[in-house]
């Protein structure tokens, strides 16, 4: 299936959902993610909700990195298809950008060098772990840069597709999806 395909039927799949079972499949995804060998590293980066997209909840993820004691990271456009990266502690102040993404008015930038984890947000991906996103290009452009250890997890409230038909050498491929029910690795 074509990105702009599967863009358009996954937000309204989304669109659908009720708060009650985002929460829970937010829940479930979250729990599933302890199960994946990501641990024992330091810099985990990690998408802030745009609950109006009825996005997955990602505060579960970020009660489990506060646990763990782990340096959390947080996006925020900078420019047009670049994002930067801060540090997210106590005093971080977050506002909602013009797409009502919640980021870092200001704060620590850390390096991309630093970076270990990213989880991606996402709004389809198939089964060789190519995902679909908003069609901005801000994550593709992002993991580029990343070194080529860093561990790419999308977060999906849905199962993968077969196949997407138009990735672009540009795409950069996820290593782990977690959905409500599954984890796949790629």
């Keep these: 299936m074509l ?16 708060d009650i079972a985002l929460l829970s499949s937010s829940l479930s995804i979250a729990k599933a993610s302890l199960k994946l060998p990501i641990w024992s590293h330091q810099y985990y980066h990690l998408f802030l909700t ?6 997955i909840n990602t505060s579960f993820i970020l009660s489990i990195l506060q646990g763990k004691n782990k340096n959390i990271v947080v ?5 047009k298809g670049i994002l930067k990266h801060y540090l997210l502690t106590n005093s971080t102040i977050l506002q909602k950008n013009r797409w009502n993404v919640p ?23 198939d089964l060789l772990g190519n995902r679909v996103g908003y069609g901005k290009g801000f994550y ?27 990735v672009s050498e540009n ?9 409500p029910n599954n984890i796949y690795s790629f």
């Design 103 to 125: 980021e870092p008015v200001k704060g620590c930038e850390v390096a991309l060098s630093k970076i270990d984890i990213v989880f991606v947000p996402l709004i389809a991906f």
């Design 140 to 166: 593709d452009r992002f993991l580029s840069e990343c070194r080529a250890d860093v561990k790419k997890i999308g977060l999906s409230l849905f199962e993968a597709e077969e196949a997407i038909t138009d």
């Design 50 to 55: 745009i609950s109006e997209q009825k996005e």
């Design 75 to 79: 996006p925020k456009v900078v420019g």
């Design 171 to 179: 795409d950069i491929p996820l290593d782990y999806c977690i959905t």
């Design 3 to 18: 990105k702009k395909d599967l863009r358009s039927h996954y937000t309204l799949r989304r669109a659908s959902i009720s």
